[in-house]
């Protein structure tokens, strides 16, 4: 993982209540959007815990995060946590087909990155 620090202060209390306010305005839509949320990191965590023995199963364990990375930030992005200087990271990242999320309460902050093992098997042998 790459960490960028956005270096935009965020104030997680003021995005706490922009999130309950779409939550009282849309309780159905948001009560899905959080369960998603949910699901993810539950899916997530059971992925980052699990082996991978061989190449293969690695490449098939980053792709499998990756996707749920993205479907993570859209999913936070829906709840209204993201922020220019994150979708600017997001951008960039995506421009070298890696795949970035925010961290935290989000509004700034700083973004993970997932470097793939190749990329970073590339970097090492130089």
Do not use: W
Not at 44 to 58: G, H, M, P, Q, T
Not at 84 to 105: D, P
């Amino acid at each position: 993982m790459l960490i960028t620090d956005t270096r935009v202060g965020r104030n997680t209390k003021a995005l706490v209540a922009g999130v309950s306010e779409r939550v009282s305005r849309h309780p159905d839509a948001m009560a899905s959007v959080i369960s998603a949320v949910n699901s993810i990191s539950e899916e997530l965590s059971s992925i980052v815990e699990s082996a991978a023995e061989d190449e293969v199963a690695i490449t098939t364990k980053e792709e499998k995060l990756a996707e749920l990375m993205q479907m993570n930030q859209g999913l936070l992005q829906c709840m209204g946590v993201s922020h220019r200087s994150i979708e600017t990271v997001l951008q960039t990242t995506l421009k070298y087909n890696l795949v970035s999320k925010l961290t935290g309460a989000g509004g700034g902050g700083c973004v993970l990155t997932l470097i793939p093992t190749r990329i970073l098997l590339c970097l090492a042998s130089f």
